[in-house]
């Protein structure tokens, strides 16, 4: 097997790069049974050649950030069922980390194995006290990603999951949230609950008032899309939040040649190949990335 740790000195000397990519059906289900031939990779738009593919069942580091503003009261209950519900999905070796944010953050809990203690840290964070003031978007996904840059191991896979109404300023700029994701190989997802109508009333007077304001179609949507993470509503149900952990478990490893080179920022970009798309009709892979060279 390649070792992980070869990923960690792309920007320096190393030939093999490493990406997460996810495959889905057309009716939106993970694909299991994908081989190295059914993918294609490439590198600022130069097709590398892909070395090894791998889906193994990796233990999951989650950072769970949860919205606690004064729009989100009307969301304390399902905030509560869909946290529970997360835990429930989790396996013994996976571990949680528990933030809240308004307009600042505060970490509740750092990665803990221990469910009943996570479980125990949302019950209190669910209090109606704890709730209040603005939103803003970015800057918990940036600190979370830098907590799980520092505490994840290399053979851990590494993912944040925001439950907000996707309503707040942007904060943090958004590329220094994605240098965060992309050099810590981090999957942003997101789950929105439906705004109330007041948060929608201060969604239109930021975009009208203040235009440096931005909602979640201009700031978590593009961090989600970016690291190729999920972006669900949550209505009456949280079987959204299964399918994120489903598909996040269900990601495939790939492995490929890193090109020597000059180039600064490196994109790159993984799907079906010819014979994976004649193969799975209506699929699609999805893993793109960007890094930065040195």
Do not use: C
């Not at 194995?113 to 109606?128: C, G, W």
């Amino acid at each position: 097997m390649l070792s992980l740790l070869a990923w960690q000195d792309f920007s320096t000397t190393v030939k093999l790069a490493r990406i997460e990519v996810r495959a889905i059906d057309q009716l939106g289900k993970p694909l299991l049974n994908l081989l190295a031939d059914d993918l294609e990779v490439s590198e600022n738009e130069a097709k590398q050649t892909i070395r090894s593919l791998e889906r193994d069942e990796v233990p999951l580091d989650l950072f769970l950030i949860v919205d606690v503003s004064g729009s989100m009261h009307a969301n304390i209950s399902r905030i509560v069922q869909t946290a529970s519900q997360a835990l429930k999905a989790l396996k013994p070796q996976d571990r949680v980390a528990l933030m809240s944010f308004n307009l600042k953050n505060k970490v509740r809990l750092g990665l803990s194995s221990d469910f009943a203690k996570v479980e125990a840290q949302i019950q209190e964070l669910a209090q109606k006290k704890n709730f209040g003031g603005g939103t803003v978007i970015n800057t918990p996904i940036y600190e979370a990603a830098k907590m799980l840059r520092a505490d994840s191991a290399n053979e851990r896979r590494r993912a944040i999951l925001m439950l907000t109404d996707g309503q707040g300023q942007k904060g943090t700029r958004s590329a220094k949230v994605l240098h965060e994701l992309w050099e810590g190989d981090i999957t942003m997802n997101a789950l929105i609950l439906n705004p109330s109508k007041l948060a929608r009333g201060l969604g239109i007077y930021h975009k009208v008032v203040a235009p440096y304001a931005s909602a979640i179609d201009a700031s978590v949507s593009d961090l989600v899309n970016k690291s190729s993470g999920e972006l669900m509503s949550i209505n009456a149900s949280p079987a959204p939040l299964v399918e994120i952990l489903e598909r996040i478990r269900s990601r495939y490893t790939l492995y490929y040649d890193a090109p020597d080179g000059q180039a600064k920022i490196r994109k790159v970009v993984a799907t079906l190949s010819a014979s994976g798309k004649e193969k799975y009709p209506g699929a699609k892979a999805i893993g793109r990335r960007q890094y930065s060279a040195p």
